[in-house]
T-cell receptor, first 114, second 114 residues
């Protein structure tokens, strides 16, 4: 079975540009999570969805960040405008909803903002 | 109160030795404690998890020890192998909002020397 698929794997862009990260969760999973990983702050949950509805976006750092889940098989995380401090690895994870279901992570998008 | 503190930051173990990684939490509402393993360029993958109603869980060479009164838990890797070299994250969660919001520790970089 295919795991969580993220694209692109690497993104290098200039400050001020719009960045869109994409995620395809595991088929049948109805919870989706976006994380950011940096050396300084570790793994941080940005936002999670359940049945395509955003449940908790308290981890989204500021209004420049937005996330959508238009259907059960696709989600995007957008940064507009991007800044150098947004450079990080962004992970998408999915799981079944319900108590303590394991989260399955994609291989991440390494984002560099110059 | 949402923090999970992890130590050590890095660990070097000889092949065949025991690797021990420790975590501590503050929020007594946490009721699920997973460990994730991450290889370079990959997303974290669930290794083993425990609930606070048991003091120990073993899966192969990996054991979680849990001390509810001290609010601490640890991962023991017996007979450590070079293939175990990776970054290990502890996490904690409390079920709510139809899913599980994981709070991750800062990670331990394990190197097993042949």
């Amino acid at each position: 079975d295919a795991g969580v698929i993220q694209s692109p794997r690497h993104e290098v862009t200039e400050m001020g540009q719009e960045v869109t990260l994409r995620c395809k969760p595991i088929s049948g999973h109805n919870s989706l999570f976006w994380y950011r990983q940096t050396m300084m702050r570790g793994l941080e949950l940005l936002i999670y969805f359940n049945n395509n509805v955003p449940i908790d976006d308290s981890g989204m750092p500021e209004d420049r960040f937005s996330a959508k889940m238009p259907n059960a098989s696709f989600s995007t995380l957008k940064i507009q405008p991007s800044e150098p401090r947004d450079s990080a690895v962004y992970f998408c994870a999915s799981s079944f909803s319900g108590e303590h279901q394991p989260q399955h992570f994609g291989d991440g998008t390494r984002l560099s903002i110059l | 109160q949402q923090q999970v503190k992890q130590s050590p930051q890095s660990l070097i173990v000889q092949k065949g030795g025991i690797s021990i990684i420790n975590c501590a939490y503050e929020n007594t509402a946490f009721d699920y404690f997973p460990w994730y393993q991450q290889f370079p360029g990959k997303g974290p993958a669930l290794l083993i998890a425990i609930r606070p109603d048991v003091s120990e869980k073993k899966e192969g060479r990996f054991t979680i020890s849990f001390n509810k009164s001290a609010k601490q838990f640890s991962l023991h890797i017996m007979d450590s192998q070079p293939g175990d070299s990776a970054t290990y994250f502890c996490a904690a969660s409390r079920y709510g909002g139809a899913t599980n919001k994981l709070i991750f520790g800062t990670g331990t970089l394990l190197a097993v020397q042949p």
